[in-house]
């Protein structure tokens, strides 16, 4: 007779210690973490790479790339890979003879899922228990990923035990099928280990770079170049490196994907806590599908007369006391349904009036413009809030903005076309591309303005910082 299989959650190891260990304290931390962190700018993604260090040096870099994540799609199975840091073992082990218990409750296990891994591939996937006893890369992703997600899902815990990139290989081959649309990827990762500051943000870069390429030949040829420069204290470029090639080999070569940074910091830049002499670097990164996002984003003319009648009618109705229903949004076009960064600007008889926007956005457009349109006319800290005999005076412009792109060159930057976005650790600064053209500045006055005027990193504050730049349409009321 066959046995019942007795379930055997797995225990948290570093709740506590990497994270808060109580719900409360822990929900208060991740409030923070992502109030910091940087908003979506990525929309059809397919997997992400985040840290895993202690909450108080990665933890915004962490939430910055599952802010990436949209919470509101219902995934089949969320597949989380790590590089094992106590144990070295053949092939990878999955968790399947329970969930995972957190503080705030379990992670669900696809354990049927993983059972499937186990007897399929034998010689590649194991239920080695030991490998995720205290192993932390996987167990302080879920605080974010529960905090993200609005819909139910279940977890696929796979511990890369392997040090041999033929390995990592066969086990993309097997994962390969399931990096489809239905499921989201979790690539567990931190960068380079114990370098000073600089030398961290040089190599860091140069990994980032390699990951960017999306080969995985590249990225191991980075990597034993990285070795070979003999950078004091470094121990390693990229811990978790067993587990970003094996996403390598799942997306190289395949045209529709394409793999983006969204931010980097190091444990150097911690308040309080960060030390500059040995550091570890951290990126978040995402793979999207750029076909789709591409083609799912026009602004018709009739979707440029719904955002401003928008945002008029929610000015008047604040101003009227009054509300205005809305119109269902199930008649919305998809494009005021996308998660883009907008600005409202207001002018009164040519006169800048107000003017308040988001970079990028964690709601959808037509939602975006109505809180923008309330802050441009009411909470711009340069006017008076508007009064209702000023709103016939009133003109609205909007300006709705691509995704942001890192450029590592200014010559990148066509005055005119494209805003920038400038930004080194907590200071950032934005200007749109019409600024450009209103002020008649030249390359380096525009950038020497905004990192001074709007970051408050100096005049060349710009020559060390990360770079974005954007586009816009932009279109007002006749």
Known sequence: MKSIKKNIDRQP????????????QLQLELNNLFARAIPKQSNHVRAIISPHAGYVFSGKTAASAFNQIDGEVTYKRIFLLASSHHVSFDGASVY???????????????????????????????????????????????PFL??????????????????????????AAILRPYFNPNNLFVISTD??????????????????????????????????????????????????????????????????LELRSINYTNSGDTLFYGEKSQVVGYWAMVVVDKKVEKA???LSEADKSTLLKIARSTI????????????NEGD?????????????????????????????????????????AISAAFHDYRFMPLNVHELPHINIEISVLSPLKKIEDIKDIEMGKHGILIEKGHQSGVFLPQVATETGWNKEEYLGHCARDKAGMGWEGWKTANIYIFTATVFEEL
């Open 13 to 24: 190891a570093v709740a506590g210690k990497f994270y808060p260990a109580e719900p409360e």
């Open 96 to 142: 399947c003879d329970g969930d995972f218990v957190m503080p705030y409750g379990k992670e669900i296990v696809d354990t049927l899922f993983g059972e499937m891994l186990t007897e399929r591939f034998p010689g590649i996937f194991t239920n080695n228990k030991t490998a995720h006893i205290n192993e932390h890369s996987i167990e302080v992703q879920l």
């Open 146 to 171: 529960h905090h993200v997600m609005k819909t139910r899902y279940r977890i696929v815990p796979i511990i890369i035990g392997t040090s041999n990139p033929a390995t990592c290989q066969r086990i």
């Open 191 to 256: 960068f380079s280990h114990y370098p000073e500051y600089s030398d961290a943000v040089k190599v860091d870069e140069l990994t980032q770079k390699a990951i960017l390429c999306n080969d995985p030949d590249i990225l191991l040829t980075t990597l034993r170049d990285n070795s070979r420069k003999h950078i004091p204290n470094l121990a390693t470029s990229l811990c978790g490196w067993t587990s970003v090639l094996t996403l390598l080999h799942i997306t190289t070569h395949k045209d529709a």
């Open 296 to 298: 799912d984003f026009h």
């Open 316 to 327: 008047d109705d604040h101003l009227n006391g009054t509300s205005t229903p809305d119109e």
């Open 332 to 372: 919305y076009s998809g494009a005021l349904k996308e998660y883009c960064g907008a600005f409202v600007t207001l002018h009164e008889k040519g006169q800048l009036r107000g003017c308040i926007g988001r970079l990028v956005s964690s709601t959808p457009l037509h939602e975006t413009i109505h809180d923008m």
